[in-house]
Structures are given as C-alpha cells and as structure tokens.
C-alpha cells in the first residue's frame, strides 16, 4: 500500500477540549513516569488504543496480559487529560440510586448493572493489590445522604432496593448519623468495601506494567484519519504516519471520536477543591461523603488526611464559561464543606475545574462501534468515570479476545436506554 503523504492542518478524529484548569491536589505533586516516545515510521499491532489516561491504561494492561501487541497513542501525553482531574471516588454506587435506576430501566436489569459496578471496583482494588501498585489506595465505606433527590422516604426506598440486590448496607437515622459521624439532621445509608487512589499514579502504574509486557505508548500522536475494515483498521496520523492495527479501541474520554454515537452522553463541568492535611479533624471512617442531591456535594479523605471535597456541577462544555465560575465555585464548595463537617477546615489549599462526562442514566457505554468494523469504544459517561474504565477493560477483554461477556447488553450501543 502506498503511504499517504502527510496533510497541513488535518483535522484530528477527536473533539478538542481544553479539560481542566487550576491546580488539582495530584498536579501538585510529583508527576509519575511513563516511557513514551515519538512515532517516526509506520508500525502494526494487534490492538491500538487511543488514549492514554486512566481507560487507556486499564485496558492497555488488560490486553497485555491477553497476550496481545498493544499500541497506544495520545496527542498530548499519558495522564494530561481528564485524569488529573478526576476525585477518583472509586465506588460502585451509581450516581443514579438503585430505586430511580430500576423505574428508568427496569430492575434486572438496574440490579445487573449496580453488581457489575461493585465487581469492577472490587476487581480494581484486588489487580492494584496483586500488581503490587503504589497509587495512595484507601478502602472506604460510604456515607450517602438524603436530599432533593431523595427524600427521607425515598432514602429508606433506596435501602430496600439495595438490600433485595444484595448490597451489604447500614440505614441511619439522623440521631445516628450525628452520634457516629457529627452530621446534623441527615438521614443516611452506610455502604462499604469503596475505593480511592491518585488517579495519576493508577494510571501511570497500570501503563508502566502494560509496558513490561511490551506495550508501546508513542505521544503527542493526533490520529487524523480512522479507515476500518473487516480485516482490521488503519489510523493515519497528523504527520502522515501510519498504524495498521487488527483491532481499534477508542479511550479518549470526553474527547470522543467524531462518528461515534452519543447515546444520550452530554459534556458538564465540575468544580473541586482540596484542604491541608488535618488529620486531628476527621470523621470517624474517614467514609467518603455523597449526597442524594442535585446539584450535589462529594467528600473524600486521602491517606495524608487532606479533605477533597467537589460537586456543583453545571451542563456547561465551554471551557471559558467553566473557567470564569472557579472563584465562585470554590467559594461555595468551601462553605458548603464547612456547614456539612463543621470539625473541618474547609479552607481550599488547591481548587479546579474540569469537563467531564455524563449519561441519561449515569451508566456508561463499552463495546463495538456501529458501522465500524474491529472498532471499540470505552465510554465511562456517567459519575463513576474510574470504575466504569475498569468495567470496560474487563469487557473489551473478553469481546476482543472472543469469549464476550455476560453484561455486555447492559453498556453497549445497541441498548435502548
């Protein structure tokens, strides 16, 4: 095949966003290492992946360990987009409650979706744990509270749901929510077995290990041109490279590949901030924090006792309408803390913003791409952005690999929801 020549100004297959802004508590501290270099000739694989953060990562080890030759690109670098931004609050409880789930989907399959979530977060930590990865991981209960979403009722519906599912779970009284943790006025649901980690240490540990396999991570790489076909997939780059590949994964985040169908996906921003260490001042469990709520507050403690503390979110794509709101934002993020855990110093020592996905449902979308052969997308919509990349590494593995997977109805294009 004779090689295209290279194209001033081509146009990249992905959507440009300018994904956060400020100093999130990971970009203050020392930046992991990922050997990447750049791509200077044509090359093939068995597997490329576009994208190399968080889902990159996980499905870049994944398939590695399948045994297969992984490729993976990026136009900027490993782990400078959306996750150095990320809370990385890895829980399995959905953003949307089991009980509204079940009304909008129906309850197999609600109840199938909500057990696959608590699997892939409880297979994050246990392949973390086995690789020996040292990413700052915490397992944490969860302390979800009653708002404008639910109400006391709807709550102690939403404790039914769950226990008939299986979940393991605590319903509390607002006596029993200050008595234990020193909220006020607050009915609550207590869950277990979450997790947390630094995002940028998760994903550059998950890449490093891809690489010992003998993965290659080429960057900055802007794929301009995606040409499938039934015997496999060739991606052209900006600078006219070429890359032949038996099968194509799409894990750019909330930069998707233009033509690829939305499925109700919609870009918001979110505002976050994070405290000093005050390790005198938290609460007992040190449980992440969430509330029933919309807009709604998200708290979780790091291993140095630091308060992260994020939410507000507003359906806003536009990065300089994002940025204007960070004062304002941080301001409220600051009080709100404050008001909720008043044994807290909710004075922000970092504050940012960032552009992140989100679903109809809060679910995501895994699996092949319509119309294009040998291509596969990990879209992890929704607000459990980290445990739904570790569902698709999980999934892509078994579809590539050609055993499928059981859930695979639940995420991919096809579904009606």
């Given at each position: 095949?004779?090689?295209?020549?290279?194209?001033?100004?081509?146009?990249?297959?992905?959507?440009?966003?300018?994904?956060?802004?400020?100093?999130?508590?990971?970009?203050?501290?020392?930046?992991?290492?990922?050997?990447?270099?750049?791509?200077?000739?044509?090359?093939?694989?068995?597997?490329?992946?576009?994208?190399?953060?968080?889902?990159?990562?996980?499905?870049?080890?994944?398939?590695?360990?399948?045994?297969?030759?992984?490729?993976?690109?990026?136009?900027?670098?490993?782990?400078?987009?959306?996750?150095?931004?990320?809370?990385?609050?890895?829980?399995?409880?959905?953003?949307?409650?089991?009980?509204?789930?079940?009304?909008?989907?129906?309850?197999?399959?609600?109840?199938?979706?909500?057990?696959?979530?608590?699997?892939?977060?409880?297979?994050?930590?246990?392949?973390?744990?086995?690789?020996?990865?040292?990413?700052?991981?915490?397992?944490?209960?969860?302390?979800?509270?009653?708002?404008?979403?639910?109400?006391?009722?709807?709550?102690?519906?939403?404790?039914?749901?769950?226990?008939?599912?299986?979940?393991?779970?605590?319903?509390?009284?607002?006596?029993?929510?200050?008595?234990?943790?020193?909220?006020?006025?607050?009915?609550?649901?207590?869950?277990?077995?979450?997790?947390?980690?630094?995002?940028?240490?998760?994903?550059?540990?998950?890449?490093?290990?891809?690489?010992?396999?003998?993965?290659?991570?080429?960057?900055?790489?802007?794929?301009?041109?995606?040409?499938?076909?039934?015997?496999?997939?060739?991606?052209?780059?900006?600078?006219?490279?070429?890359?032949?590949?038996?099968?194509?994964?799409?894990?750019?985040?909330?930069?998707?590949?233009?033509?690829?169908?939305?499925?109700?996906?919609?870009?918001?921003?979110?505002?976050?901030?994070?405290?000093?260490?005050?390790p005198r001042a938290i609460w007992p469990t040190a449980a992440m924090i969430w509330e029933a709520a919309d807009p709604y507050l998200y708290i979780?403690?790091?291993?140095?006792?630091?308060?992260?503390?994020?939410?507000?979110?507003?359906?806003?794509?536009?990065?300089?309408?994002?940025?204007?709101?960070?004062?304002?934002?941080?301001?409220?993020?600051?009080?709100?803390?404050?008001?909720?855990?008043?044994?807290?110093?909710?004075?922000?020592?970092?504050?940012?913003?960032?552009?992140?996905?989100?679903?109809?449902?809060?679910?995501?979308?895994?699996?092949?791409?319509?119309?294009?052969?040998?291509?596969?997308?990990?879209?992890?919509?929704?607000?459990?952005?980290?445990?739904?990349?570790?569902?698709?590494?999980?999934?892509?593995?078994?579809?590539?690999?050609?055993?499928?997977?059981?859930?695979?109805?639940?995420?991919?294009?096809?579904?009606?929801?």
């Open positions: 095949m004779t090689k295209t020549p290279a194209r001033k100004n081509q146009a990249s297959v992905t959507h440009h966003r300018d994904l956060r802004t400020g100093q999130s508590i990971w970009s203050a501290r020392r930046r992991p290492t990922v050997p990447t270099q750049p791509l200077t000739r044509d090359i093939s694989c068995d597997v490329v992946i576009i994208g190399a953060g968080i889902s990159g990562a996980l499905i870049a080890e994944s398939l590695s360990e399948a045994g297969l030759k992984v490729v993976v690109v990026d136009r900027r670098g490993p782990l400078d987009g959306s996750t150095a931004a990320s809370t990385a609050m890895l829980q399995y409880e959905i953003d949307t409650p089991l009980s509204l789930l079940s009304e909008q989907i129906g309850r197999d399959r609600a109840e199938r979706l909500w057990r696959r979530s608590r699997q892939s977060v409880d297979a994050l930590r246990e392949r973390t744990e086995r690789l020996e990865l040292k990413v700052d991981a915490a397992t944490r209960g969860s302390i979800y509270l009653h708002g404008n979403v639910l109400d006391a009722e709807g709550l102690a519906r939403e404790a039914d749901a769950r226990r008939r599912a299986g979940f393991e779970i605590e319903l509390l009284k607002p006596a029993a929510v200050l008595d234990r943790y020193g909220i006020k006025g607050r009915h609550a649901i207590i869950g277990f077995g979450n997790y947390s980690a630094d995002p940028r240490q998760l994903a550059a540990g998950y890449l490093n290990v891809a690489i010992g396999r003998g993965a290659r991570v080429y960057s900055p790489v802007d794929i301009c041109d995606v040409a499938p076909g039934e015997s496999g997939v060739t991606l052209q780059s900006a600078d006219g490279r070429e890359i032949r590949a038996r099968t194509l994964v799409v894990a750019t985040g909330y930069e998707m590949m233009k033509g690829v169908p939305r499925k109700g996906n919609k870009i918001i921003s979110s505002w976050s901030i994070a405290t000093k260490a005050q979780r403690t790091t291993p140095a006792s630091e308060v992260i503390c994020g939410g507000e979110d507003e359906e806003i794509s536009d990065a300089d309408e994002r940025d204007a709101k960070i004062a304002a934002k941080t301001a409220t993020l600051s009080r709100k803390l404050g008001a909720l855990l008043p044994m807290i110093d909710p004075t922000p020592a970092h504050a940012w913003a960032g552009s992140f996905g989100d679903s109809e449902t809060g679910t995501p979308t895994i699996g092949r791409i319509p119309r294009m052969p040998n291509c596969y997308a990990a879209m992890g919509y929704g607000g459990n952005g980290i445990t739904f990349s570790m569902m698709a590494a999980q999934m892509l593995r078994g579809m590539i690999c050609g055993d499928g997977d059981p859930d695979a109805d639940l995420v991919s294009f096809s579904r009606k929801f």
